[in-house]
């Protein structure tokens, strides 16, 4: 079965700081893996999003990550923190099968940006 | 604003009650998915339809149903609601099963 792991459920850096969050996945095959934000009292929304075509994806808002076959990862990064980026980001997974669907969540890990 | 519309925004009940959550979806999405997020289960899928029939099924109690019009707006029922089915209820659409969803801003369900 397919699941997600985030290392680090609370990450605080400072404003103008790299932004590293952790996605590990587990699957047998490579699944599409996807980034996503939720502010306070708003809904999920999608940062960026792997497919099988490049491995380096670039998001909405600077952000980007990259897919690492051998290591099970998808890392999402940002070279220069804002207090805007506060938020909590989910790494998600779901199978490369048709009708992709069923988008499995890692727990979420909550960004804190400090002037 | 993802075009996703979710009503109502915050609903309180008490337990034994039941309760009908609304979803339109974007315009031209046929897929629609609910999922559930909770403090100790985290985001969990519950179900999507596509073009009003059932897809797929994740963790979704039995006194949970839901169901997609003609008009692809969907419904969760909840019912006999215990305290802890309090959480956020979310809709996601998409245009087909082969694309990214799009969320709407929940349903804060809370269950007293």
């Known amino acids: 079965a397919q699941s997600v792991t985030q290392l680090g459920s609370h990450v605080s850096v400072s404003e103008g700081a790299l932004v590293l969050l952790r996605c590990n996945y587990s699957?047998?095959?490579?699944?599409?893996l996807f980034w996503y934000v939720q502010y306070p009292n708003q809904g999920l929304q999608l940062l960026l999003k792997y497919t099988s075509a490049a491995t380096l994806v670039k998001g909405i808002n600077g952000f980007e990550a990259e897919f690492k076959k051998s290591e099970t990862s998808f890392h999402l990064t940002k070279p220069s923190a804002h207090m805007s980026d506060a938020a909590e980001y989910f790494c998600a997974v779901t199978p490369k099968t048709p009708g992709y669907n069923k988008l499995i969540f890692g727990a979420g890990t909550r960004l804190a940006v400090h002037p | 604003d993802s075009g996703v519309t979710q009503t109502p925004k915050h609903l309180i009940t008490a337990t034994g009650q039941r309760v009908t959550l609304r979803c339109s979806p974007r315009?031209?999405?046929?897929?629609v998915y609910w999922y559930q997020q909770s403090l100790d289960q985290g985001l969990q899928f519950l179900i999507q339809?596509?073009?009003?029939?059932?897809?797929a099924k994740g963790n979704i109690l039995e006194r949970f149903s839901a169901q997609q019009f003609p008009d692809l707006h969907s419904e969760l029922n909840l019912s006999s609601l215990e305290l802890g089915d309090s959480a956020l209820y979310f809709c996601?659409?998409?245009?087909?099963?082969?694309?990214?969803?799009?969320f709407g801003q929940g349903t804060r369900l809370t269950v007293v």
């Open positions: 996601a659409s998409s245009v087909d099963e082969n694309t990214e969803a799009f």
């Open positions: 699957s047998s095959v490579p699944p599409y």
């Open positions: 315009s031209g999405d046929l897929s």
């Open positions: 339809y596509y073009n009003g029939e059932e897809r």
